[in-house]
């Protein structure tokens, strides 16, 4: 059987090349290579050079299944497999197809689905904003930026998108192996109306072709503005109506030719669309700014886009490419090369950048790397980039800058694009551990009528279509898929690493209740990881309750789990985290129910905060009975004691007020020797007033004050008390006849302690240093003044002994006459007085015997006060009429025992040596 296997797989690889219509690519300055069979690439632009495609970007070449170079183009410019040019596709005879090689895409070849000889070259222009300015005529001037003149720099017309047709079973008039049959059969890809913008440039620069699936034929897709145009061919020919899809971006008209610039590409699995803008902005002048990078999805059955989905915005995207596999999308950029993971949650989150070479073209090659053309870069001009491995993370996809020499030729902007399908049939293998079974499948877009699998060990080989193979051991194995995929035999390897399985170890738990229950108790299953792994952080570990759970990876168990029996015996799984190998062991669970009395510890409150949190370290509790080699830890709660979560440090402080529970957790070899709950107790300090002030009067040493320790709350007998006198006094109170400081230390029961202090200052009764009165007035006042020895606290009163007292030692509005002012310690060092007049002189009297204001004196002179003081009186004229004593009756109106007249009369009273009064009276009968 096998002899027989061998003599098939040797015929398919005889007549069958992988994605052999890829393997001839021509671009950039006479630049050319070709993928072989066995993966490697040859350099075709050596000396002597007989490339003839000259492209600062656009260009397109096939081959057969076999990998036979058939043609290559610019867009403009047709060449057979011996580089002659076809007659009827030579642009400088003025027989040119319609695209440019300028253009990002100028060109892509597309086979007849039914006739192996026919081929169609689609083209897309440049859409030129000069052209467009001069439609419907034709531009003639000369181009900007050094774009040259008609026809070598363009033909003046912006042609959009159409299409040709390659003969290659005709002879050309030159000997040319093919030729073009239809030249330039225009589709419409843009709004007709003559009137409108759009149909001036009629197309951007962007093309792209995927198979059909299930043998439908092929799709040809371009995108203008806002609108996705798919063309589909088959056997009959090219559908002239399009398939439309609009979708945002909007990339506006009036920045063409900038915003046409840019490649497109479908997945190889024909289910994604990606498109880079190097420019979305309303103008074509000035650097190019403001593109962006949009994936889609496609349906390929249908032709239709949708789901656009923006993956860079305001960067200039170029070129764009799948992996093979269609795993990762990536993006050449003005500021480098980035990655994007299709797999990912969030696509533009996942970018990175893999390289910081500017812009140009990408391009999935037969051998599934991508390569990268190189412009403006010095020597390395004359050599392509590849990205060894797009399928893998970041710059494990391994970049390498001048992978590829080109020899004689030199790379620009382009490279050829290919019908994306044909890089989309891939081996598939899952499980690649050694000693179980890897299983295949060939990924293709299309049916797979068969497969035939060499495992590359020496096996016999498989044709089932998704076999299931162990291998001898770990290694590297080359595998090969010989596939009929729709009438079409494609032979595809992958490279593949068999590894070894991990090394696991059986390993056991005990766990502590904190009841005498021994079932329904939480397990931290990772605490067993280290014992089954061996210390090897490379390995994860999850856990079943049944070894085939384990093995299905099946209904894994929390990483906090109950037991439901003692002992009890669950599965570990053990996974190699960078090879996806396993292992199961086991991993036995056993509940250690021992019930510990608590245990105490009490601290006092902190005087400072009193809010019942204190600090404790945690290793003051004596816990009885534990190994000198056993740990422990402390924990807040019961499941975090079990789990071994969270623990708390040894210097903690309780966070709950007066009194909190927390657990202790001895434990030994990874086995829990019990739990014992701790009762942290903070104790209140006395309630008390910690400052007050008190005085004793120094002008009464033999009367004593008494100082006590101003509880709060609860009563004399709660507390002891220590005093600071000497000696030392522990009763409640004490008394003091002496000036100083005094502080009591009071302790409650538990030891807890606060202290208050007592200020005993002095005070005295007042002295009097003077009584300002102002009399005479309307409004007489007394104020009196106090000696600075004065340094008590005071009242004042006028005229009452016993008060009311006023803070104020000011009196307004008193009445004329005699009056005694008192000044009273508030703190009962004394009361001391002084007698006052406050003097009055009358504006008029009446000497009529009625016996009132009968006669006219000065209120508030008699023998103590002003005792020597004088009056006179006189008359208008200045003449003295009387001498009057104060101290007596008073003047009685008579002048020399005569009644005086009814008039004024002017005084003048001699107070004192400082002071003499003026003024005038009445005198009415």
């Known amino acids: 059987m096998r002899s027989k296997l061998l003599v098939l797989f040797l015929f398919l690889s005889i007549s069958c090349f992988p994605q052999g219509e890829a393997s001839n690519w021509f671009f950039g300055n006479r630049a050319g290579i070709r993928f072989n069979s066995d993966n490697t690439i040859t350099t075709l632009s050596t000396f002597p050079n007989p490339i003839r495609i000259v492209t600062d970007e656009g260009c397109s070449s096939f081959s057969d299944l076999n990998g036979n170079l058939l043609l290559y183009t610019d867009g403009r410019t047709v060449w057979d497999r011996n580089h002659v040019i076809m007659p009827n596709g030579d642009y400088a005879a003025g027989t040119g197809l319609f695209g440019d090689p300028s253009s990002t ?121 806002d609108k996705f145009y798919a063309f589909k061919i088959d056997p009959s020919g090219v559908s002239t109506t399009p398939v439309i899809s609009q979708l945002n971006p909007v990339v506006p008209i009036s920045g063409y030719r900038r915003n046409a610039i840019g490649q497109i590409k479908v997945s190889p699995n024909g289910k994604k669309i990606a498109v880079a803008h190097v420019q979305i902005t309303e103008t074509h002048v000035g650097p190019q700014t403001g593109g962006a990078l949009y994936l889609y999805d496609f349906d390929n059955s249908t032709g239709i886009v949708s789901n656009g989905q923006a993956i860079v915005t305001d960067a200039s995207c170029y070129g764009v490419e799948f992996s093979a596999e269609t795993k990762k999308l990536y993006l050449s950029a003005e500021n480098g090369v980035m990655q994007f993971n299709l797999e990912a949650a969030s696509i533009p989150n996942s970018g990175q950048f893999i390289s910081r070479k ?44 001048a992978a590829i020499s080109l020899d004689q030729g030199i790379s620009r902007f382009g490279l050829p694009p290919f019908i994306t399908s044909v890089f989309s049939t891939n081996i598939l293998a899952k499980n690649l551990c050694a000693g179980q079974a890897t299983e295949f499948e060939v990924s293709a877009n299309g049916f797979v009528q068969s497969v035939v699998w060499d495992f590359g060990d020496g096996s016999a080989f498989s044709t089932v279509s998704e076999p299931s193979h162990v291998f001898p051991g770990p290694g590297n194995y080359t595998v090969w898929a010989t596939a009929v995929v729709e009438g079409r035999t494609i032979r595809s390897s992958k490279n593949i690493q068999i590894n070894p399985l991990p090394t696991a170890f059986p390993s056991s738990l005990t766990q502590c209740s904190p009841t005498a229950a021994d079932t329904n108790i939480l397990f931290k299953l990772s605490e067993a990881s280290q014992n089954i792994t061996g210390g090897n952080t490379n390995l994860s570990v999850s856990f079943f309750l049944s070894s085939q759970a384990a093995n299905d990876n099946a209904n894994p168990l929390p990483n906090s789990y109950p037991n439901i029996s003692n002992p009890q015996r669950v599965f570990a799984r053990v996974t190699d985290n960078t090879t996806g190998c396993f292992v199961t062991t086991t991993l036995d669970l056993t509940v250690n129910a021992v019930i510990n009395a608590p245990l105490l510890l009490e601290k006092c409150d902190e005087l400072n905060g009193e809010d019942g949190i204190s600090d404790f370290t945690l290793t003051d509790v004596v816990i009885p009975g534990i190994s000198p080699t056993a740990t422990t830890s402390y924990y807040a709660s019961i499941d975090d004691a079990l789990l071994e979560q969270n623990a708390l440090p040894t210097a903690y402080r309780n966070t709950v007020r007066d009194r909190q529970t927390i657990y202790a957790r001895i434990e030994e070899n990874n086995e829990c020797d019990g739990l014992f709950p701790i009762h942290l107790v903070v104790n209140p300090l006395p309630q008390l007033r910690t400052e007050d002030t008190d005085y004793v009067c120094t002008n009464l040493p033999n009367r004593y004050i008494t100082l006590n320790p101003g509880l709060l709350q ?62 005479l007035v309307q409004n007489n006042t007394v104020t009196v003044l106090l000696s600075p020895e004065s340094i008590g606290s005071y009242q004042y009163s006028l005229d009452l002994p016993n008060g009311p007292f006023q803070d104020s030692n000011h009196f307004e509005n008193v009445s004329p006459g005699f009056h005694t002012v008192y000044v009273y310690d508030t703190r009962g060092c004394g009361i001391v007085k002084k007698d006052i007049s406050v003097l009055y002189i009358p504006n008029y009297f009446t000497p009529n015997g009625d016996g009132y204001n009968d006669t006219w004196n000065i209120i508030g002179i008699n023998s103590v006060f002003y005792s020597n003081a004088k009056i006179y009186i006189f008359d208008r004229f200045g003449k003295l009429l009387a001498d009057v004593d104060p101290k007596g009756a008073g003047w009685d109106g008579n002048y020399n025992n005569h009644p005086a007249l009814s008039t004024d009369y002017w005084y003048l009273v001699l107070l004192n040596k400082e002071r003499t009064v003026r003024g005038h009276f009445s005198l009415k009968r």
């Open 105 to 225: 895409q100028s060109g892509i070849i597309i086979p007849n689905p039914a006739n192996p000889n026919l081929y169609y070259i689609f083209t897309v222009d440049e859409p030129h904003h000069q052209n467009a300015a001069a439609y419907p005529n034709q531009f003639s001037g000369v181009y900007e930026a050094g774009g040259g003149t008609i026809p070598d720099g363009d033909d003046g017309f912006n042609n959009g998108l159409n299409y040709s047709v390659v003969d290659m079973s005709l002879t050309g008039a030159n000997g040319s192996i093919g030729n073009v049959t239809t030249r330039n059969v225009h589709l419409v890809t843009y709004n007709p109306d003559p009137a409108g913008e759009e149909i001036k440039y009629k197309c951007s620069e962007k093309i792209t072709a995927v198979q059909i699936r299930n043998g439908g034929g092929y799709w040809v897709i371009t995108h203008f503005i």
């Open 358 to 401: 500017s812009f140009s073209a990408l391009q999935l090659g037969p051998d599934k790397k991508i390569y990268k053309a190189n412009i403006n870069t010095g020597f390395e001009d004359a050599f392509l980039d590849v990205i060894n491995n797009p399928e893998e993370d970041g710059i494990a996809c391994n970049y390498q800058n």
């Open 714 to 775: 609860g009563t004399i007998s709660d507390y002891t008390y220590e005093w600071s006198t000497t000696p030392i006094q522990t009763t409640p109170t004490i008394r003091v006849n002496q000036v100083g400081t005094y502080t009591v230390k009071v302790t409650t029961a538990k030891g807890c302690s606060k202290t208050r202090t007592i200020t005993v200052l002095p005070s005295n009764n007042a002295t009097i240093a003077d009584v300002v009165i102002v009399d």
